[in-house]
């Protein structure tokens, strides 16, 4: 419970910093005790602030001049992660407390799919093997191609998208990292202990920092500056729910629509949620985008012809 409570803190802390920029530890306190019952000594505060640096590498600044605090901009990546974190621990939680009464407990949470979670039990050993370095050996089915082949794998990170889980490695004899969904994965087991280094790879990774989903390229590919004209109805959701953490909102663009700006590679998987947002949104730069999507929405025109 002391670890539950933890995390819900440090959600709440993340919340004040980002709508109240450099906020006082004195109105952190006040805001904790008044809005949530939460009565903590400014020592508590501290470890909590040391915490998200050690831990989970978000660095709380102190800004002196204005005496408050704020979150380092370098960190913001980080925040999301750390957020998404934080959802799966209380969805945990209320599963956790639910199981007294679990009849009870289906009759009032409507999940999704169930074969969403096909594979989730695979994560634990897929973590055990990225902590200890070593390889994974399963059976990985392609859906598109109907086969199945036999991989080794040096595990580096875990990634969830849309509801769906990924394992990030370096197949073995392969120089490139590559995305295998745990939902395909069959037969897994733990293997030796792998001479790939997960330094050499860190360039490919970190460009899953620069898309949304799954997809970047290659290495040499670049972030660019995206820009949507995206109208008021809209922009609620991307507001609560944003595309990518570079997202930026320019609210006094106009009464009725909204310049939405990304610095990232505009992948597959970005065009496809500019696509969803149907009549909603216009790409205004950069100009590729533009006759893409544009070319996209005329393709799929044609169908109905």
Known sequence: M???????RLEILIDL????????????????????????????????????????????????????????TD??????????????????EIFKQGLEDFDELRDIIDLDDSSNFRGIDNLKNIL??????????????????????????????IKEYLNRWYVIGVPKGHQEIRTFGIDRITNLEIGIVSKIKQKSFEKQLDQF???????????????????????????????????HFTQEIDHESNENFALVFYRIIPNYEFKIEVLKMNSSVEVLEPNWLREEIKNMLKESLANYK
């Open 2 to 8: 002391a670890t539950y409570e933890l995390f819900k």
């Open 75 to 92: 960190s913001q990546n980080r925040v999301q992660s750390l957020l998404k974190f934080v959802e799966l621990v209380h969805v945990g």
């Open 128 to 157: 055990i093997a990225i902590k200890k370095n070593q390889e994974i050996i399963f059976e990985h089915e392609n859906y598109y191609r109907e086969t199945s082949k036999q991989y080794t794998v040096t595990p580096m990170r």
């Open 17 to 72: 910093l980002q709508r109240y920029p450099n906020i006082s530890k004195k109105n952190i306190l006040r805001r904790l005790a008044d809005d949530y019952g939460i009565h903590k000594a400014s020592r508590t505060i501290e470890r909590d602030f040391r915490s998200l640096e050690i831990e989970f590498g978000i660095n709380i600044t102190y800004n002196h001049q204005v005496k408050g605090y704020e979150i380092d």
């Open 209 to 243: 920092l620069n898309v949304v989903g799954l997809t970047y390229g290659d290495v040499t590919s670049k972030p660019e500056r995206v820009v949507l004209k995206v109208d008021s109805n809209q922009l609620k959701y991307l507001d609560s729910l944003p595309l």
